[in-house]
């Protein structure tokens, strides 16, 4: 059941990786690129299994050299600037900061070299980061549904994507010995989130809202 569920784990982010990779080529936004970046990261992430199964990588490799924390933390570094883009792409001209300054979650990876030897320490640090990511995402999200109604989908994709990081640290030993309840918890919310904003640009586009007009004010 567990290797089926990382199977499909791996499959869908694969997914989220080509959609919004297309969605970049069409569009030509920074945003796009972040987020498709974003998801191959956690893609290389979720192929852990097969480096475990096969032995691709010595044991006293992934424990000294952490290389699943590195991409995790990259992965979310970058799908916060993709957040910090969303949230600079909905001010007023006149309110938007610097645009550089979307870029400042990138510091999270500089951060991480003093702690990836620590497995215990890195593991709390990663959790807090993408708990933290989710539960913006969640209320940056969820303020433009309250403004526009096509938001519902892409909202329902990052709560559930939060829902399986309380499963994860929920402590019990039914969640512990059934890691594919989490995760499968996650295949539904990076499936919904990138369903939903795929036709959330479609819905725009067919309504005359241009997204790619957004991208070239990110791209200024």
Known sequence: MTTFVDAALSLILLYAVIQFFVLYRKQGSQLLLWYSLGSLLYLFTSLNWIVTDFGLISTGIIENANPF????VIGISFLLVALGIENWLDRPQMLRFPYIFTLMPLLLIISFFFV???AYLNEIILGIY???ALLVAVLLFGFFMSRDGKYLIPVAGVSTLLLAVVVYWFPGDVVTANSWIWK???IIGAGTFTYGYQRLIMLNQSSGND???HAVEANS
């Open 116 to 118: 990836f030897e620590t």
């Open 130 to 132: 993408e708990g933290g």
């Open 211 to 213: 997204y790619s007009e």
């Open 184 to 186: 499968l918890i996650i």
């Open 69 to 72: 924390g590195w991409t995790r």
